[in-house]
């Protein structure tokens, strides 16, 4: 499997934006589906979007939908999430995930089986 890296994570102010990137390591991003979640001190992961690398479907948790958008990058074999009108409730650390699952799995953590170290985002009120 592949190592996954995040970077882009980082302090701001409510109101702004930031844009997480994961980057593969040692094989394409091919056939997989890679996802961000979150997770809060004291919660839950929860999903925040996934996008299949191949085909293009993609899928937004209820607190992204119209403010965060995924994208990918062939060139970098990269995954972005542009983050906008940030909310200090989006504070958490933000994973990046791969994995294969079927479009109605997209938000299931456990379709997940590879995992990234994490970024830290923090939004300040």
């Known amino acids: 499997q592949a190592d996954l890296v995040e970077s882009g994570g980082g302090f701001v102010a409510a109101g702004g934006s930031l844009t997480l990137s994961c980057a593969a390591s040692g094989r394409s991003f091919a056939g997989y589906t890679v996802a961000w979640f979150r997770q809060a001190p004291g919660k839950e992961r929860e999903f925040v979007s996934a996008?299949?690398?191949?085909?293009?479907?993609?899928a937004y948790g209820d607190s992204a939908k119209g403010r965060f958008a995924i994208s990918k990058d062939y060139v970098k074999n990269a995954v972005s999430l542009q983050m906008n009108s940030l909310k200090p409730d989006d504070t958490a650390v933000y994973y990046c995930?791969?994995?294969?699952?079927?479009?109605?799995?997209?938000?299931?953590?456990?379709?997940?089986?590879?995992w990234g170290q994490g970024t830290q985002v923090t939004v300040s009120s």
């Open positions: 995930a791969s994995g294969r699952p079927i479009v109605s799995e997209f938000r299931n953590v456990r379709a997940y089986g590879n």
């Open positions: 996008i299949r690398w191949s085909g293009g479907n993609t």
